[in-house]
């Protein structure tokens, strides 16, 4: 039973990238998904969730529209569409499920997640 981000690697601004967050052992249509990352040097900060009921959306201010998550449940997989990358977008990105949409929302610990999934690292550069 995992979470596992995956779609990370070296790109130049302006770029876009695909991340995944796929789930095994365990169905994702379950839980609310969030997507954080984690610089170098900086705090873990939360960019975008995703409800399981209806759907619902959320997105840091910060992101300035850049971000698009979205879900697949047939897939068993969520995703998160990165546009526009610039390079202090540069970092580890990870995915956690919760059934507490308000806790991937408001923020918790790793090990307060049901599930937190190994990062996948994004590089943006020239």
């Known amino acids: 039973v995992q979470l596992q981000a995956s779609g990370g690697g070296l790109v130049r601004p302006g770029s876009s990238l695909r991340l995944s967050c796929s789930a095994s052992?365990?169905?994702?249509?379950?839980?609310?998904i969030g997507w954080f990352r984690q610089a170098p040097g900086k705090e873990r900060e939360g960019l975008a969730s995703?409800?399981?009921?209806?759907?619902?959306?959320y997105y840091a201010d910060f992101l300035k529209g850049r971000f698009t998550i979205s879900r697949d449940n047939a897939k068993n997989t969520v995703y998160l569409m990165m546009d526009n990358l610039k390079p202090e977008d540069t970092a580890v990105y990870h995915c956690?499920?919760?059934?507490?949409?308000?806790?991937?929302?408001?923020?918790?610990?790793?090990?307060?997640?049901?599930?937190y999934g190994q990062g996948t690292l994004v590089t943006v550069s020239s």
């Open positions: 956690a499920a919760d059934v507490s949409l308000r806790k991937i929302r408001l923020g918790a610990r790793v090990n307060e997640y049901d599930y």
């Open positions: 995703i409800s399981t009921s209806d759907g619902s959306t």
């Open positions: 052992g365990f169905d994702l249509d379950g839980y609310a």
